[in-house]
């Protein structure tokens, strides 16, 4: 594995076995570079979670980060992301960790470029060090993916979170339903068939994973209020008590507290979320370790 661009490039062996790599990270072993290595993360969207973690399993493993802020760069002055990438190639950089707003920003970099690349997401596309972070905590619990439910709550069509752990539940074996407003489902065949009422997922789930609304991505606004969208789609407090025994709740963040999730439970004990910002460091580090390995 040369660079990881989106889920699609992992076989089901190679998802399982970064799992079991993140595993033993997880577990407290120990591996560096043969030799010193640096890296760069290019976020040119917000980014709290995805960058830290990022530069903690950079660190972790004993590579130089070089700081990078998109934002005083000369982007700004027209270079183009190729050439910024070309430069920080010939400076010395191993391995960059983009988030771009550009959905599939990487296809236009493939083979122009010699340094190891991650995508930390990119528009509405994919996010997969997000999607297989989430598949450690799912394994962590469950410890397999066959024949478990998951059911993903919220924004869909604009979520690269959705789409990526869509193609990878489904590749190992488990069944994936959607819930949310019906309108953010139409024109979406594919996904429609497996659309379910909230209340109806909360009963059969083995996972209920809460998206954001992306309100930077949409053009025109829900015309739900925050406290009508928790109500009508959101997981309250109530239907918490009536979640399928032994299933987690689980959300990328960043959350808005008390419109997908009540705020209540967000730290309950069914809850995994600050679990999966702890396997995204573990994760990162598989991934980072697989592409330098090769
Ligand atoms: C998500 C993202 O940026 O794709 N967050 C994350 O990386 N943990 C989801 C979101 O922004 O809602």
Redesign the pocket.
Same mark, same amino acid.
């Given at each position: 594995m040369n660079n990881l661009f989106s889920m699609k490039d992992l076989s089901t062996e190679e998802i399982l076995e970064i799992l079991h790599t993140a595993e033993s990270f997880a577990k407290g072993e120990n591996w560096a570079p043969a030799k010193q290595t640096f890296a760069v993360n290019l976020f040119f969207?917000? %980014?709290?979670?995805?960058k830290t973690s990022f530069e903690m399993a950079e660190r972790k493993l004993g590579i130089e980060v070089i700081p990078f802020e998109t934002g005083t760069s000369s982007i700004l002055k027209g270079e183009t992301l190729e050439d910024t990438l070309k430069t920080l190639e010939s400076i010395g950089v191993d391995l960059a960790v983009i988030?771009h707003e550009q959905d599939a920003f990487y296809e236009s970099l493939a083979g122009r470029v010699q340094m190891k690349i991650v995508n930390?997401?990119d528009g509405c596309g994919q996010?997969p060090t997000?999607s297989l972070l989430d598949l450690l905590t799912i394994k962590q619990d469950f410890g397999k993916f066959e024949d478990l439910k998951v059911t993903i709550v919220g924004?869909l069509s604009h %979520?690269?979170?959705a789409r990526s752990n869509t193609e990878a539940l489904t590749a190992l074996g488990a069944e994936v339903f959607y819930s949310g407003p019906p309108e953010w489902f139409e024109g979406d065949a594919e996904n429609a068939q497996n659309y379910v009422d909230i209340d109806e997922a909360i009963r059969f789930s083995d996972v209920i994973m809460l998206?954001?609304i992306?309100h930077e991505r949409h053009d025109s606004m829900m015309d739900l209020t925050a406290e009508q969208y928790h109500e009508r789609y959101g997981l309250t407090q109530e239907r918490d008590e009536r979640m399928k025994p032994g299933s987690i709740i689980m959300h990328?963040?960043?959350v808005n507290r008390g419109v997908e999730i009540a705020d209540s439970l967000v730290e309950s004990r069914k809850s995994r979320i600050f679990r999966q910002?702890e396997n995204?460091v573990y994760a990162r580090m598989a991934v980072i370790k697989h592409i330098l390995d090769k």
């Amino acid at each position: 594995m040369n660079n990881l661009f989106s889920m699609k490039d992992l076989s089901t062996e190679e998802i399982l076995e970064i799992l079991h790599t993140a595993e033993s990270f997880a577990k407290g072993e120990n591996w560096a570079p043969a030799k010193q290595t640096f890296a760069v993360n290019l976020f040119f969207e917000p %980014s709290t979670r995805t960058k830290t973690s990022f530069e903690m399993a950079e660190r972790k493993l004993g590579i130089e980060v070089i700081p990078f802020e998109t934002g005083t760069s000369s982007i700004l002055k027209g270079e183009t992301l190729e050439d910024t990438l070309k430069t920080l190639e010939s400076i010395g950089v191993d391995l960059a960790v983009i988030r771009h707003e550009q959905d599939a920003f990487y296809e236009s970099l493939a083979g122009r470029v010699q340094m190891k690349i991650v995508n930390g997401g990119d528009g509405c596309g994919q996010h997969p060090t997000q999607s297989l972070l989430d598949l450690l905590t799912i394994k962590q619990d469950f410890g397999k993916f066959e024949d478990l439910k998951v059911t993903i709550v919220g924004d869909l069509s604009h %979520s690269r979170v959705a789409r990526s752990n869509t193609e990878a539940l489904t590749a190992l074996g488990a069944e994936v339903f959607y819930s949310g407003p019906p309108e953010w489902f139409e024109g979406d065949a594919e996904n429609a068939q497996n659309y379910v009422d909230i209340d109806e997922a909360i009963r059969f789930s083995d996972v209920i994973m809460l998206l954001r609304i992306q309100h930077e991505r949409h053009d025109s606004m829900m015309d739900l209020t925050a406290e009508q969208y928790h109500e009508r789609y959101g997981l309250t407090q109530e239907r918490d008590e009536r979640m399928k025994p032994g299933s987690i709740i689980m959300h990328p963040g960043p959350v808005n507290r008390g419109v997908e999730i009540a705020d209540s439970l967000v730290e309950s004990r069914k809850s995994r979320i600050f679990r999966q910002m702890e396997n995204g460091v573990y994760a990162r580090m598989a991934v980072i370790k697989h592409i330098l390995d090769k």
